[in-house]
T-cell receptor, first 113, second 114 residues
Framework: AQSVTQLGSHVSVSEGALVLLRCNYSSSVPPYLFWYVQYPNQGLQLLLKYTTGATLVKGINGFEAEFKKSETSFHLTKPSAHMSDAAEYFCAVSGNAGNMLTFGGGTRLMVKP | DAGVIQSPRHEVTEMGQEVTLRCKPISGHDYLFWYRQTMMRGLELLIYFNNNVPIDDSGMPEDRFSAKMPNASFSTLKIQPSEPRDSAVYFC????????????FGDGTRLSIL
């Protein structure tokens, strides 16, 4: 069975500050890892994904994430927060048959001016 | 290219009524997923299809829920009879094989049962 834990259901940062959203996973098979962002009244949009190869993955809007197998982590970072980054962020893992994704509980990012 | 299209975007109806949610996946995608999102339970997978065939419906909460995919470009999620606790945002998503491919989500249907 797979599971995803996102530490912190709410994270607040100041505009221009570093964004760090934490994600830990468990998987019995080599995982594929995803970060999605959800803006109000919208569906989930893919930010970035890790499948194989380079463990540091760059995504849209200046976000990146690093796959650390030894720590079973896939934390999302952005060097400088912007007001437009305020949204909910979901980490997800895939690897079982059926293209199923297992989602974390989500982290709501708030950006203070 | 058009993304996943869901209709209606908002639905308000009275308890006991039948509700039908619709989804058009991205052309060529062979997987289709239905999710429900609530504040209390987060994002839950209800059912998914592969090549129009239901593969896993273990997330469907009750027999009042049913889903169909009559062809590769259309799916429905039906609730009959509806109850206030069914109020949620329902998302449809589609993807390609293999497992490394991301799911693409629609904008959801916000369902309110009075």
């Amino acid at each position: 069975a797979q599971s995803v834990t996102q530490l912190g259901s709410h994270v607040s940062v100041s505009e221009g500050a570093l964004v760090l959203l934490r994600c830990n996973y468990s998987s019995s098979v080599p995982p594929y890892l995803f970060w999605y962002v959800q803006y109000p009244n919208q569906g989930l949009q893919l930010l970035l994904k890790y499948t194989t190869g380079a463990t540091l993955v760059k995504g849209i809007n200046g976000f990146e994430a690093e796959f650390k197998k030894s720590e079973t982590s896939f934390h999302l970072t952005k060097p400088s927060a912007h007001m437009s980054d305020a949204a909910e962020y979901f980490c997800a893992v895939s690897g079982n048959a059926g293209n199923m994704l297992t989602f974390g509980g989500g982290t709501r990012l708030m950006v203070k001016p | 290219d058009a993304g996943v299209i869901q209709s209606p975007r908002h639905e308000v109806t009275e308890m006991g009524q039948e509700v039908t949610l619709r989804c058009k996946p991205i052309s060529g995608h062979d997987y289709l997923f239905w999710y429900r999102q609530t504040m209390m339970r987060g994002l839950e997978l209800l059912i998914y299809f592969n090549n129009n065939v239901p593969i896993d419906d273990s997330g469907m909460p009750e027999d009042r829920f049913s889903a169909k995919m009559p062809n590769a470009s259309f799916s429905t999620l039906k609730i009959q009879p509806s109850e206030p606790r069914d109020s949620a945002v329902y998302f449809c998503a589609s993807s390609l094989t293999p497992l490394s491919q991301p799911q693409h989500f629609g904008d959801g249907t916000r369902l309110s049962i009075l």
